[in-house]
C-alpha cells in the first residue's frame, strides 16, 4: 500500500480533486498543485481540530475524544458554521447504524440461550437417524419378503397377507 | 474521505490516545466542508483575475479572508502571493 510514515500521511488526492470539482464552475480547472495545495491544508485541519479537542477531551478528563469534544473544538476554533451539518450528517449515521444493530439483534432476543437451542439440535439429530435407520429397516424387510416371494413363486400359489404390506412398504419408502 | 486516514493522521500527534468511533465520521465530514469553503474562497480570486484556472496564489488569497483560516500560515508558500 501507500505511504504510512506520518510525516507523509495525506488524503486520498482523487477524493479531493473530485471535492474540489464539486464546487468550481465546470469551465474552472484546478491545477495538481493547488490540489496538493488544498490537500495539506486539509491535513493541517484535521490536527487543528484533533489537538484542540483531545485538549478538550483531557479537560473533561476523558480518555476518548467524543463527538462533543469535536463539536466544541470546531466551534472554538472558529469553524461554528460546520457544526449544524456535521451534525446532521452524525445523526443520520447514528440512525441507520442503530437500525443496522436493532434488526440484527432480532434474532438474537428469541429467548432461548446457547445451550438450550444445541440440545434441541441434537434431539433433532436423534430424530432424523431414527428415521433413517427405520427407513433402512424398513428396506432391508421389504428386500427379505421379496426373497421370500420368490421361493414361493416355486411353490403353488397361496394368498399372501404379505402382499398390502409390500405396497405399503413402496409408499414408506418413498 | 477515507476514516481509516483521518484515524492515522489524528494519530500522528502523539499526545492524542483514543478516538471514538464517531470522530473520525464527524472529522470526515468538517474536512469536506473545509475543501469547498477553501475552493470556493479561493476562485474568487481566479475570478476576480478573469483566470479560469486555480492557482496557489489564489488559495493564499482565500486564505487570507478567513480569521479561522489563520493556522494555514505555515503551510502556504509565502513567495507566490501575486497582486
Redesign the interface.
Given at each position: 500500500m501507500g505511504d504510512?510514515n506520518?510525516d507523509n500521511?495525506?488524503?486520498?488526492k482523487a477524493?479531493?480533486s473530485k471535492?474540489?470539482k464539486?464546487?468550481?464552475?465546470q469551465?474552472?480547472?484546478?491545477?495538481n498543485?493547488?490540489r496538493d495545495?488544498?490537500l495539506?491544508?486539509?491535513?493541517?485541519?484535521?490536527?487543528?481540530?484533533?489537538?484542540e479537542?483531545?485538549d478538550i477531551c483531557g479537560k473533561d478528563n476523558k480518555?476518548?475524544?467524543?463527538?462533543e469534544?469535536?463539536?466544541k473544538a470546531?466551534k472554538e476554533?472558529?469553524?461554528g458554521?460546520?457544526i449544524q451539518?456535521?451534525?446532521e450528517?452524525?445523526d443520520k449515521?447514528?440512525l441507520e447504524v442503530s437500525t443496522k444493530t436493532k434488526s440484527s439483534k432480532k434474532f438474537e432476543n428469541l429467548g432461548k440461550p446457547t445451550e438450550q437451542l444445541i440440545k434441541e439440535q441434537q434431539l433433532l439429530f436423534a430424530k432424523a437417524r431414527s428415521a433413517y435407520q427405520q427407513s433402512a429397516e424398513a428396506q432391508q424387510l421389504q428386500q427379505q419378503q421379496q426373497l421370500q416371494l420368490q421361493q414361493q413363486g416355486l411353490q403353488p400359489p397361496q394368498t399372501n397377507p404379505q402382499l398390502p404390506n409390500h405396497s405399503e412398504n413402496n409408499n414408506n419408502n418413498q | 474521505l477515507p476514516l481509516a486516514r483521518i484515524k492515522k493522521i489524528m494519530k500522528s500527534d502523539p499526545s492524542v490516545r483514543m478516538i471514538s468511533w464517531e470522530a473520525p465520521l464527524l472529522f470526515a465530514k468538517a474536512c469536506e466542508f473545509f475543501i469547498l469553503e477553501l475552493t470556493a474562497r479561493s476562485w474568487i480570486h481566479t475570478d476576480l483575475s478573469k483566470r479560469r484556472t486555480l492557482q496557489r496564489s489564489d488559495i493564499i488569497h482565500g486564505v487570507s479572508r478567513v480569521e479561522a483560516f489563520d493556522f494555514l500560515i505555515d503551510v502556504l508558500p509565502r513567495d507566490e502571493i501575486k497582486p
Open positions: 504510512k506520518d500521511l495525506s488524503l486520498p477524493t479531493v471535492l474540489i464539486e464546487i468550481l464552475p469551465e474552472v480547472k484546478c491545477s498543485e493547488t495545495l488544498i495539506e491544508c486539509c491535513v493541517e485541519f484535521i490536527h487543528l481540530i484533533s489537538s479537542a483531545n480518555r476518548t475524544i467524543a463527538p469534544h469535536v463539536i470546531l476554533l472558529g469553524f458554521d460546520y451539518k456535521v451534525t450528517v452524525y449515521h447514528k | -
